[in-house]
Nanobody, 119 residues
């Protein structure tokens, strides 16, 4: 089975930026989710392949940008103006069906990459 691999996480200060990458971008819809300690996994962003439509959680709208390079078979999450509350493990996922906002709609997941934002 295809394995998704994320990269680009790290420790940054509030206000900094990070770009996460995920390959291979193997499905029509790719998404990013995150999970903080003691919390449920939550939707961050998703992108549709053919028309490039994007979807964002309210908490990241205007700060995060999801994009896709089909030639490189990679999906990105550009995170700007990071806040301490963005601290979480970020997961890339490939959607199999259902709403883009639910983790249950995705059946292929990466191992996650840690993002830590200090205040």
């Amino acid at each position: 089975q295809v394995q998704l691999v994320e990269s680009g996480g790290g420790l940054v200060q509030a206000g900094d930026s990070l770009r996460l990458s995920c390959a291979p971008s193997s499905r029509y819809t790719m998404g990013w989710f995150r999970q903080a300690p003691g919390q449920e996994r939550e939707f961050v962003a998703a992108i549709l392949w053919n028309i490039g439509s994007t979807f964002y959680a309210d908490s990241v709208e205007g700060r995060f940008t999801i994009s896709r390079d089909n030639a490189k078979n990679t999906v990105y999450l550009q995170m700007n103006s990071l806040k301490p509350e963005d601290t979480a493990v970020y997961y890339c996922a490939a959607r199999s069906g259902g709403t883009v906002y639910s983790s249950r709609s995705y059946d292929l997941w990466g191992q996650g990459t840690q993002v830590t934002v200090s205040s």
